[in-house]
C-alpha cells in the first residue's frame, strides 16, 4: 500500500516510475481508472499544509520526478504527436499533472492563496514540470485554487486557454479542482452563476462537483442555451474528454477487472515502498565527529530503548491523504509495520527492547540503556489544516527528546511532512534522521538504521534553522540554513548476523 509518504525519493527517476507502475495497478484494482496524481507542485515555503505533496523546492527535481506519469500511463509511443494524451492500456490509469499553476508558491504558504510572482518567475519555478508532463503525454491537468498576482487560476483564461492549450499544445482534458468552481467567489458559492461563466470560459473541460450537481448542469445548460457560454467551448471540452476516453480504452473495457484484486497491498508493492523509504531517509547529524559516529547501531546490545509519539504508530507514518482526507493516528487505519515492530524484528534475539512513549529522565537515567531510538514528528494532516506557522515537533515530543537524550545516546527519527524546528534539541542529540512520511513500510527505517544498507538520501528541501527565516529556497541571498538543500550524510551497509 503506497501512501503519499512514499513519494519522496530524490534523484532516482526510476524508482519513481516504478512506483507509478504498482499505484496504477493498485488504483485498477480498485476499478477506478485515474489518479489524481503527481503533484508537481514547487514548495517554495514548509509553511504550506500541501508541501509533502511537492516533491521539492527546486524544479528541476519535481521536473525529474515527473518520470511517474511514465509509471502511471505506460511509455509514450515513438513520433508521438505533442501535448496528446497517452494510457497504454487497462493496468495503466489516466494521471493528473496537478495544480495548475503556482500552487507552491502562495504567501507564506498559506493554501489556496496568493503567489505574487512575474511572468518570468511563474514560467521558470511552477512551470517547466509542466512542461515535461505534457511531453509525457499526460492525460490531464488540474487548475489550482489558488491566484497567480490576485487572479484566480480557475478563471485564467490566458494561463488555462491561451498558454496551456494554445501554446503548449495540451491536448488532454483540463478538470476544476473539487468545488472548485465555488471558490473562485469570495465567499465560496456567493455567485455560482458566475463562477459557472468565467471557469468554464477560462478553460476548464471537467468540473468536480461534489454534491450539487443538478446546479451546475441547470446553470451550464442556461447559460449555452443563452449563448453566454459558446457552443464552441462545449465541442472543445467534450473533444477532450473523449479523447482521454478513447485513448484509455474505456468504452471497449469500461467494467473493472477483479483479476487485479490481489495487486492491492501485495507482498511485492510493499517492498517497492520499503526500498523508497531507505533510499529517502537523509542522516542529518551522526555523532560528535566523523570518527565517532552513532549510526549503524549496534543490533546486538543488552537493552535498547525505543521512545515517542511516533515510534509504535502506523497512522502517523502515513500522514493525510491515507485511506481518509486527514489521515488518522493509530494502528488501525491499514496494514503495516511500524518503527517500533521494525526495530524488535531487526536486533539480536537477546537484545531487550524497552517501549515508553514518553519515559521521565529518572526512567531513563536508572535504565542502563545501551543507546536510544526517539520517533517522533508531525500529526497527519492534509491541505489547510496542515498549514502552519510554527513549524513544531508536536507535544510532548520536545519533552522527550530532552528527557531520553539528556540522559543516553540517542537517535532522534523525525516523521514530517516537511522540514521543521529541531534547531533547539541539536546540542543534546547524537544522531538525527529525516524520515519524512515513510507509509506503512517503516521496516526501511531499521533496514538504514542498523546497517542492513547504507544511508543514501540527500535533502530535496532546505532545513531552516528558525521560521522567521522563511521562505528560505536554494539560491537565496539570505541562505542560512540549520541543513542546507542537497545535504546528507552516508553510511555504509555493515554486515552484521
Known amino acids: 500500500m503506497l501512501s503519499n509518504g512514499d513519494f519522496f525519493p530524490r534523484r532516482d527517476p526510476n524508482l519513481v516510475k516504478r512506483i507509478g507502475e504498482a499505484t496504477a495497478l493498485e488504483v485498477r484494482a480498485t476499478g477506478i481508472p485515474y489518479a489524481f496524481a503527481p503533484c508537481i507542485a514547487v514548495c517554495r515555503d514548509p509553511r504550506w499544509g500541501r508541501c509533502y505533496e511537492s516533491y521539492s523546492e527546486d524544479h528541476k527535481i519535481v521536473q525529474m520526478m515527473t518520470e511517474i506519469i511514465t509509471g502511471l500511463q505506460g511509455g509514450l509511443p515513438v513520433h508521438s504527436k505533442k501535448g496528446v494524451p497517452f494510457v497504454a492500456g487497462k493496468n495503466k490509469v489516466a494521471a493528473c499533472a496537478k495544480h495548475y499553476v503556482g500552487d507552491g508558491g502562495t504567501t507564506k504558504g498559506i493554501n489556496e492563496n496568493n503567489t505574487v510572482i512575474s511572468w518570468n518567475g511563474l514560467l521558470s519555478i511552477h512551470m517547466p514540470a509542466y512542461f515535461n508532463s505534457i511531453a509525457k503525454g499526460v492525460a490531464t491537468i488540474m487548475t489550482s485554487y489558488s491566484s497567480w498576482n490576485g487572479k484566480k487560476m480557475h478563471a485564467n483564461h490566458d494561463l488555462v486557454t491561451d498558454f496551456l492549450k494554445n501554446k503548449l499544445k495540451f491536448r488532454g482534458f483540463v478538470i476544476s479542482d473539487w468545488q472548485g468552481l465555488d471558490r473562485i467567489t469570495s465567499p465560496p458559492h456567493a455567485n455560482y452563476s458566475y463562477s459557472v461563466e468565467a471557469g468554464v470560459g477560462a478553460g476548464i473541460d471537467m468540473v468536480m462537483v461534489p454534491y450539487n450537481f443538478t446546479e451546475f448542469i441547470d446553470d451550464l445548460t442556461y447559460q449555452v442555451k443563452n449563448n453566454i457560454i459558446p457552443m464552441s467551448r462545449i465541442d472543445d471540452a467534450v473533444k477532450r474528454i473523449l479523447r482521454v476516453k478513447f485513448v484509455m480504452g474505456l468504452f471497449e473495457n469500461p467494467m473493472a477487472d477483479n483479476s487485479l484484486v490481489n495487486q492491492l497491498g501485495s507482498q511485492e508493492h510493499r517492498e517497492l515502498a520499503r526500498e523508497a523509504v531507505r533510499k529517502s531517509l537523509v542522516l542529518l547529524m551522526n555523532g560528535e565527529s566523523a570518527d565517532k559516529p552513532l549510526l549503524p547501531l ?27 482526507w486527514q489521515g488518522l493516528g493509530g494502528n488501525d487505519l491499514t496494514t503495516g509495520t511500524t518503527i ?7 536486533v539480536d534475539s537477546s537484545t531487550q527492547v524497552v517501549y515508553s512513549e514518553n519515559p521521565d529522565a529518572g526512567f531513563v537515567k536508572s535504565g542502563e540503556f545501551s543507546y536510544a531510538i526517539v520517533v517522533v514528528g508531525e500529526p497527519p494532516y492534509a491541505e489547510t489544516y496542515g498549514d502552519s506557522l510554527n513549524l513544531t515537533i508536536s507535544e510532548p515530543g520536545p519533552n522527550t527528546i530532552y528527557n531520553v537524550c539528556g540522559s543516553v545516546k540517542c537517535v532522534v527519527v523525525v516523521i514530517s511532512g516537511r522540514p521543521v524546528v529541531v534547531q533547539p534539541f541539536v546540542s543534546s542529540i547524537d544522531a538525527l534522521v529525516a524520515a519524512w512520511l515513510p507509509g506503512t513500510e517503516g521496516q526501511g527505517v531499521a533496514d538504514v538504521l542498523f546497517g542492513d544498507y547504507g544511508f543514501t538520501g540527500k535533502l530535496a528541501r532546505t532545513w531552516f534553522k528558525t521560521v522567521d527565516q522563511l521562505p528560505m529556497n536554494v539560491g537565496d541571498p539570505h541562505y542560512d540554513p540549520l541543513f542546507p538543500f542537497g545535504f546528507g550524510l552516508t553510511t555504509k551497509p555493515t554486515h552484521q548476523n
Open 298 to 324: 549496534p543490533k546486538k546490545a543488552t537493552k535498547i530503548l525505543v521512545a515517542g509519539t511516533h515510534a509504535d504508530n502506523l497512522g502517523y507514518q502515513c500522514g493525510g491523504w491515507t485511506i481518509t
Open 340 to 346: 517500533l515492530q521494525a526495530v524488535k524484528n531487526t
